[in-house]
């Protein structure tokens, strides 16, 4: 079955030169597009969609708060925010509205169908690095703390679950969490799944925010 795919931007150009991409993929189909975020939800409510290709400069309503109401739907499709400059506030506020993802404007055609494929399988967050970089990068937007994490469902995870957990908050993949805790990588999936249903979070990007958010980790990406 084909990834449905929808293309929310205001540039009718952008949007016409990611769906001749797109199209051409025989495991993806553009079935929506919408100019900005309202006409975007409105589109949602008729419209199965899978992934969300999402502007966040756009009128009527931005990216950034067309994301979080996206996410609030109970049936929600995943969002990658579209930028033009690398570490944009708003692909933060993105990720912290909801979103998978991020990716620039002018990424190479194959890395944003890897992107979208990533995504929508849910195996691994969009670019885990560069998504390092943008939380350090507006650390210090995120609360600051010396104490334990007050989130009280991080307690609940197993030890090894935590060291899973700090692992995906510094950028490495499943691969690289594997190799560095010496487990399958399979193994490691699960306990991914597994924090992830403990800590009530939608994707690994979540986790990231978390991690910055209780103090798990620093700027920088060390443990906190």
């Not at 993802?101 to 690095?129: C, N, Q, T, W, Y």
Request: glycine share 8%.
């Amino acid at each position: 079955m084909s990834i449905r795919v929808m293309l929310v931007d205001d540039q009718v150009l952008l949007r016409t030169g990611f769906r001749m991409v797109l199209a051409a993929q025989p495991d993806m189909e553009v079935v929506a597009e919408a100019g900005d975020g309202l006409e975007a939800l409105e589109v949602l409510r008729a419209t199965k969609v899978d992934v969300v290709l999402m502007d966040v400069r756009m009128p009527r309503l931005d990216g950034v708060e067309a994301t979080r109401r996206i996410c609030e739907l109970a049936e929600h499709p995943k969002v990658i925010i579209l930028t033009t400059f690398d570490l944009d506030e708003y692909a933060f506020s993105g990720l912290k509205a909801g979103a998978s993802g991020f990716m620039l404007k002018d990424v190479p055609p194959a890395e944003l169908l890897g992107a979208i494929r990533s995504v929508h399988s849910g195996d691994a967050v969009v670019a885990p690095s560069t998504t390092r970089r943008l939380l350090d990068r507006f650390a210090p937007m995120l609360p600051t703390t010396t104490q334990e994490p007050e989130h009280k469902e991080i307690e609940r995870l197993t030890e090894r679950e935590r060291e899973v957990m700090l692992l995906v908050a510094q950028g490495l993949s499943n691969g690289e969490i594997a190799a560095r805790l010496v487990l399958s990588e399979a193994t490691v999936k699960t306990h991914v799944g597994r924090i992830l249903t403990k800590l009530g979070l939608r994707d690994r990007v979540q986790v990231v925010v978390l991690a910055y958010e209780t103090g798990l980790v620093r700027a920088g990406g060390g443990a906190g």
